[in-house]
């Protein structure tokens, strides 16, 4: 049978993994890994797997996809189902469906999304903090969304990157910013005397949206961090405007843990 070029769009926990991409050690587990794993041992046959976005270790996603070549007559569709009792719960794939042979997922123009979930109450939520990272110090969310405003936009986003990054060049764009949050459930059974729960009992999610073109390595993580000190006043938001433009990593804040970031958005533009 003729070679096919099959896209199989993924979401995973990114806990128990160490990023998207296969390191030299096939002992470490990667997404990557336990994909391609799934596919040759499906196919029968080597394959090469072209992902699109490379997230980090313990980075969660929703919609990441990758493509590879195969001569196997499954029908495109039913490789998501077979795919799925070959690769651990932590992994699966949503959909799957053919695609030109010339496509490549690194090649193409993309609008990318990503949640940052922020747990913030004085004791950390347990069934939360896999995909949130908790802080007990009161977050400003008003302070947060005005700092965000100055990152819109296109910029060199040089202090918002990691120092080993080897992109050619840290000028990215992002075209939006929104900070929502809302209030937990209280259970009753910590309410006080009048009817009211204990101000160390309140909690809420905060949740950073960032959509963007391209991000560089640990941006979104380090606009979480940054974004995070300027709602515990530990920084202005009109800093943000000056951390751009100092071009230095050591202008901006601290890069946030991984496991509150999640890849929720991945849309391939004309």
């Known amino acids: 049978m003729a070679v096919r070029r099959?896209?199989?769009?993924?979401?995973?926990?990114?806990?128990?993994?160490?990023?998207?991409?296969?390191?030299?050690?096939?002992?470490?587990?990667?997404?990557?890994?336990?994909?391609?794993?799934?596919?040759?041992?499906?196919?029968?046959?080597?394959?090469?797997?072209?992902?699109?976005?490379?997230?980090?270790?313990?980075?969660?996603?929703?919609?990441?996809?990758?493509?590879?070549?195969?001569?196997?007559?499954?029908?495109?569709e039913k490789y998501a189902p077979a795919l799925n009792t070959r690769l651990p719960q932590s992994i699966r794939i949503r959909k799957s469906r053919e695609v030109d042979r010339t496509f490549n997922p690194r090649d193409v123009r993309t609008l990318?999304?990503?949640e940052y979930h922020i747990l913030n109450c004085q004791i950390p939520v347990p069934t939360m903090t896999r995909y949130a990272v908790h802080t007990y110090f009161r977050l400003d969310v008003g302070r947060m969304r005005q700092g965000a405003e100055y990152l819109i936009g296109e910029h060199d986003f040089r202090s918002f990157c990691n120092a080993a990054t080897q992109a050619q060049t840290t000028v990215r764009e992002i075209t939006n910013i929104e900070i929502s949050e809302r209030n937990l459930p209280v259970p009753a059974i910590l309410y006080g005397k009048k009817n009211q729960p204990a101000q160390q009992d309140l909690a809420r999610q905060i949740i950073l949206t960032v959509q963007g073109k391209g991000f560089l390595y640990n941006m979104v993580r380090i606009i979480a961090g940054t974004l995070m000190e300027v709602g515990r006043g530990l920084r202005e938001p009109e800093d943000v405007k000056t951390m751009l433009e100092a071009r230095d990593r050591q202008a901006a804040g601290p890069t946030a843990p991984a496991n509150g970031l999640i890849l929720t958005d991945y849309r391939i533009l004309p």
């Open 112 to 114: 990318k999304t990503y």
């Open 6 to 76: 099959i896209m199989i769009i993924t979401a995973y926990d990114g806990t128990d993994y160490s990023g998207w991409a296969m390191q030299k050690d096939p002992a470490i587990p990667t997404i990557e890994g336990e994909l391609k794993k799934a596919v040759e041992d499906l196919t029968g046959e080597q394959i090469n797997l072209q992902g699109a976005s490379r997230t980090d270790a313990g980075v969660h996603a929703l919609c990441n996809y990758a493509v590879f070549d195969t001569h196997a007559a499954i029908p495109p």
